[in-house]
């Protein structure tokens, strides 16, 4: 079960943040705002207390924390993000989790490491080499998880920017997958819901406290998790998405 969740408040610049998909617009400030808060909302009914961090102009897409740091149950790991404009974010992140771990480890250059290519599964993470994770920071990983009684199974990616873009756990061996995650072999023993691809945004759902959060807009993986027993919530992502952000990187979860 989780207990806290960490986030931090989208910024003005958020207007800013990298994109594959620049065909969507830019966010409308306002209303991301306004998701936010209700994706907070949304956590909070989950049983978990959330520490919001203020907004950080200076990195536009600092509300995604999920990248800068790997909250486990026996340690936390500072990332070490590839994409140099969000590379600084990691120093904004340290404090708040000091004040919730005392076992802190790092992901150093020329290992480079995000939050969004780390799935956890029970004591078992799934890392995916992707543009922003590479082969040293995924050794570097393993040597740690592996200090704390923890492994680690290394999946390539192929097209999307974050494993967790394509591939999402929710408890109970079910498993969200999405286009290049549909067949890999690595996901071959789990209970794969298959999500079609013109959904393929909505693989990034979050599994809080035995409640499926999913993004709206979503009605067959909406439904598909219902049949799977999930109680949900539904959260508004649109202007997150419109720079590649989902559920997931919006917040730390432990
Ligand atoms: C980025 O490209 O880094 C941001 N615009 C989106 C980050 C999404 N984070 C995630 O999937 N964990």
Redesign the pocket.
């Known amino acids: 079960m989780f207990q806290h969740a960490i986030v931090r408040t989208p910024c003005k610049n958020v207007l800013n943040?990298?994109?594959s998909a620049p065909e969507l617009g830019k966010p409308d400030y306002e209303k991301a705002l306004l998701q936010h808060a209700a994706y907070i909302n949304a956590l909070k009914q989950c049983g978990v207390d959330v520490t919001v961090l203020p907004a950080d102009e200076a990195y536009p897409?600092s509300c995604?924390v999920?990248?800068v740091a790997v909250v486990t149950k026996r340690c936390a790991i500072i990332t070490n993000p590839g994409?140099a404009s969000?590379n600084g974010e990691t120093a904004g992140i340290i404090e708040t989790i000091r004040t919730f771990y005392s076992d802190i480890e790092y992901i150093r250059a020329p290992g480079t490491l995000?939050?969004?290519d780390v799935m956890m599964v029970g004591d078992c993470f799934y890392v995916g080499r992707s543009a922003r994770t590479n082969a040293e920071g995924i050794r570097q990983f393993g040597e740690i998880l592996a200090k704390y009684g923890f492994s680690c199974v290394e999946v390539p990616l192929e097209k999307v920017?974050?494993l967790?873009?394509g591939v999402n756990y929710i408890e109970n061996n079910n498993m969200l997958v999405a286009g290049e995650f549909v067949d890999k072999e690595c996901f071959a023993a789990f209970n794969r819901i298959i999500i079609p691809e013109c959904e393929a945004y909505a693989a990034n759902c979050i599994w809080m406290n035995g409640t499926v959060v999913v993004p709206a807009g979503y009605p067959s993986v909406l439904e598909a998790v219902q049949k799977a027993g999930y109680s949900t919530l539904i959260v508004d992502t649109s202007e997150f998405r419109k720079?590649?952000?989902?559920l997931?990187?919006l917040s730390l979860r432990f």
């Open positions: 943040g990298i994109t897409d995604f999920e990248d994409a969000r995000e939050g969004g920017l974050h967790k873009t720079i590649d952000g989902g997931s990187c």
